[in-house]
C-alpha cells in the first residue's frame, strides 16, 4: 500500500466528481455531491434530513446525532436541490450499492482505504476535511462546519493517512489542459474532463 497524498486524494476525489459512467450518468450528480459537501454518503441518499428554507439556507439533520449543517443551493447538484424541494429519492432512486458500484467502475486505482478498513465510501469526507485545513480552515471551523461536538473529530479526519492500491494515472490524464499546463474550464468553472 502506497500513501495518498492530499493533493493526490484531492485530484482523484475532483476526477470521480466529474467523470461518468455510462450505465448509471446520475451517478456523477452523487459524487459531485460527496465531494463538494463531504457528506457521509447515506445522509445524501435519505432526503428526509434535508430542509429546503430557500435557495440560501438549505439545512441538514446529519446522523449520529451531530448539530444541523447549512448548504446553499449552489453548493448542491441541481439533482439532489429538485430531491429537497419536493422530498423525493435523489440520484433517480439509486441505492447506495448501485452508486458505490459505479465508484469502483470508474475509481483509477484497484484500492483506496486508511490502514485498516476501505475509504471507498468516506474518501470524499476525508478529503473535504483535508483541502479545509490545507486552505486556511482551523480545526474550529472545520468542526463548526461538520456540526462535529468537538475538534477531535476534525483532527482524526486530517490526520488519517489514506492509501492507495494502483498507480494513480498522471492528474493531467484526468483534466484536459492547454498547451502552457493550464486546465481548461467550462463556463460554470468545472475543469474539462478527456475522456
Same mark, same amino acid.
Given at each position: 500500500?502506497?500513501?495518498?497524498?492530499?493533493?493526490?486524494?484531492?485530484?482523484?476525489?475532483?476526477?470521480?466528481?466529474?467523470?461518468?459512467?455510462?450505465?448509471?450518468?446520475?451517478?456523477?450528480?452523487?459524487?459531485?455531491?460527496?465531494?463538494?459537501?463531504?457528506?457521509?454518503?447515506?445522509?445524501?441518499?435519505?432526503?428526509?434530513?434535508?430542509?429546503?428554507?430557500?435557495?440560501?439556507?438549505?439545512?441538514? /439533520? @446529519?446522523?449520529? =446525532?451531530?448539530?444541523? +449543517?447549512?448548504? !446553499?443551493?449552489?453548493?448542491?447538484?441541481?439533482?439532489?436541490?429538485?430531491? &429537497?424541494?419536493?422530498?423525493? /429519492? @435523489?440520484?433517480? =432512486?439509486?441505492?447506495? +450499492?448501485?452508486? !458505490?458500484?459505479?465508484?469502483?467502475?470508474?475509481?483509477?486505482?484497484?484500492? &483506496?482505504?486508511?490502514?485498516?478498513?476501505?475509504?471507498?465510501?468516506?474518501?470524499? +469526507?476525508?478529503?473535504?476535511?483535508?483541502?479545509?485545513?490545507?486552505?486556511?480552515?482551523?480545526?474550529?471551523?472545520?468542526?463548526?462546519?461538520?456540526?462535529?461536538?468537538?475538534?477531535?473529530?476534525?483532527?482524526?479526519?486530517?490526520?488519517?493517512?489514506?492509501?492507495?492500491?494502483?498507480?494513480?494515472?498522471?492528474?493531467?490524464?484526468?483534466?484536459?489542459?492547454?498547451?502552457?499546463?493550464?486546465?481548461?474550464?467550462?463556463?460554470?468553472?468545472?475543469?474539462?474532463?478527456?475522456?
Amino acid at each position: 500500500m502506497v500513501p495518498v497524498s492530499n493533493e493526490e486524494l484531492e485530484a482523484l476525489c475532483n476526477y470521480l466528481s466529474t467523470a461518468s459512467y455510462i450505465y448509471y450518468p446520475i451517478a456523477t450528480s452523487f459524487f459531485y455531491d460527496l465531494y463538494k459537501t463531504g457528506c457521509r454518503p447515506n445522509e445524501l441518499l435519505e432526503i428526509e434530513r434535508w430542509s429546503y428554507i430557500d435557495a440560501s439556507h438549505i439545512e441538514l /439533520a @446529519p446522523l449520529k =446525532g451531530n448539530l444541523t +449543517r447549512s448548504f !446553499t443551493a449552489a453548493d448542491l447538484s441541481e439533482n439532489l436541490v429538485f430531491s &429537497i424541494v419536493n422530498q423525493v /429519492a @435523489p440520484y433517480q =432512486g439509486l441505492t447506495l +450499492r448501485q452508486l !458505490t458500484s459505479v465508484m469502483k467502475k470508474i475509481l483509477p486505482l484497484i484500492k &483506496i482505504q486508511t490502514i485498516d478498513k476501505s475509504a471507498i465510501d468516506y474518501m470524499f +469526507r476525508y478529503n473535504k476535511v483535508k483541502s479545509l485545513k490545507d486552505n486556511g480552515d482551523t480545526y474550529t471551523q472545520i468542526t463548526e462546519k461538520f456540526g462535529w461536538n468537538n475538534e477531535a473529530l476534525a483532527i482524526g479526519y486530517y490526520e488519517r493517512i489514506i492509501y492507495r492500491v494502483g498507480e494513480l494515472p498522471p492528474v493531467e490524464s484526468y483534466h484536459i489542459i492547454d498547451d502552457s499546463g493550464d486546465y481548461l474550464v467550462d463556463d460554470e468553472g468545472n475543469f474539462l474532463v478527456s475522456q
